[in-house]
């Protein structure tokens, strides 16, 4: 598998797809990393949820 290069925000793959960001993120629950979905640590709490681009293409 090739190297991951890039990630979208949630919030750019739901503006990217025409979707709902929250519907997304329902989805997004049941996925790992090997389906192109991963969690960002920021500081403190800040978590976000990304998508590599397999996982951010319709």
């Known amino acids: 598998m090739p190297a991951t ?3 979208f925000t949630i919030a ?3 503006e990217m797809l025409g979707e ?3 519907w997304l ?3 997004s ?5 090997g389906d192109g979905c991963l969690r960002v640590y920021g500081v ?3 978590i976000v ?3 590599t681009i397999r996982a951010s293409r319709p």
């Open 5 to 7: 290069t890039a990630v």
């Open 12 to 14: 750019r793959v739901a």
């Open 20 to 22: 709902d960001e929250d």
């Open 25 to 27: 993120w329902e989805l």
């Open 29 to 33: 629950i049941d996925m790992f990393p």
């Open 44 to 46: 403190g709490e800040d």
């Open 49 to 51: 949820t990304a998508f």
